[in-house]
């Protein structure tokens, strides 16, 4: 055997210590950032049926749990609002007293530190479900537009540190960064859901968010999950457009598109690792069939890896702890 000629790749995996030392990829605390739900009620710790160990918080709910977020090191966390009344335009979205908007004023006061991203689109605040303003069963673009720039000031007025349009809208880019720009926020960066394909993987968030649409579906504004040169176009347009950061959603199931996006933009990344994919091995980690840590830890470097500078995912409190340990 002394004769043969290869090469010893395995000198470089030989023990824990050597294995880390050359570890390409890393995930770090502050690369993640935790959505919260948050209701307009009082007195609300509501546990997500099919998200165990989410949560609908109320505001005064939301201060221990942010202490928490804090605690744990997360830098970062992702707003979404369940208000108590919906209409057809949405405009608990905008209102300067809504859900999230006052969620946004309780965590700047209580944890200053903490960067927020306000999600902003109307889907939760509609009583349709759609993403805008929908006439004979059609989501219509430009009259979306002009409540989609409300919501982005109103959230940028009640202290935002970050605007993240989730809508799909063609042209919300351009027209939520002239509207930030007009009332004084040109300062606050547009985190755009550049790349959000309409996937069966966003179900157990619809329980979480109460936005299920009540007729037809998204799919005449979300991508098609067959397209891939399509989120080139998307993105490239986001980004002519103003967008500071580019989100791709999903993420396990795209991470080509992830590796695509980052290859082709210079700009932040963000995979958001969707609440689907968390249900999916929460559930079977309760059954006992995969082992919890290592398989969610696996799906965060995968993201890294393809190329996302940051993740949005719901396994952000576990992951930091495991972390620490």
Request: glycine share 6%; charged share 25%; hydrophobic share 40%.
């Amino acid at each position: 055997m002394n004769d043969l000629e290869f090469k010893r790749h395995r000198r470089l995996r030989v023990n824990e210590s050597m294995r880390s030392l050359v570890r390409e990829t890393r995930l770090h605390k502050e690369d993640l950032i935790y959505p919260l739900f948050v209701v307009e009620e009082e007195n609300v710790k509501r546990e997500i049926p099919s998200m165990p160990g989410i949560y609908q918080l109320s505001l005064d709910h939301l201060v221990e749990e942010m202490k928490e977020v804090e605690a744990l090191g997360i830098k970062s966390v992702l707003l979404f609002g369940v208000p108590n009344e919906k209409d057809d335009q949405g405009t608990g979205a905008f209102h300067n007293h809504g859900i999230v908007q006052e969620a946004i004023r309780v965590i700047k006061k209580e944890t200053p530190s903490i960067m927020v991203i306000a999600d902003t689109c109307l889907c939760e605040y509609t009583s349709h479900g759609h993403c805008g303003v929908l006439e004979n069963g059609y989501v219509q673009n430009d009259p979306s537009l002009n409540l989609l720039v409300d919501t982005a000031v109103s959230q940028a007025k009640a202290g935002a540190d970050i605007i993240a349009p989730s809508n799909m809208m063609d042209g919300f880019v351009t027209a939520i960064r002239k509207g930030l720009d007009e009332a004084g926020y040109e300062n606050i960066p547009i985190m755009s859901y550049a790349v959000k394909y309409a996937s069966a993987f966003y179900g157990p968030f619809r329980d979480a968010a109460q936005s299920t649409p009540q007729e037809g579906d998204r799919k005449a504004y979300q991508m098609d999950p067959a397209n891939r040169l399509e989120a080139f176009r998307e993105a490239d347009s986001d980004v002519e457009e103003g967008a500071d950061f580019l989100i791709v959603k999903p993420a396990l199931s795209y991470l080509d598109i992830v590796r695509d996006i980052r290859n082709r933009h210079d700009v932040p990344v963000v995979a958001y690792n969707v609440s689907g994919e968390y249900s999916l091995v929460k559930g079977a980690a309760r059954q006992g069939w995969v082992d919890e840590e290592a398989i969610v830890m696996e799906k965060l470097l995968s993201m890294k890896r393809a190329g996302a500078d940051l993740i949005m995912t719901y396994f952000a409190k576990d992951v930091a702890k495991w972390l620490s340990e």
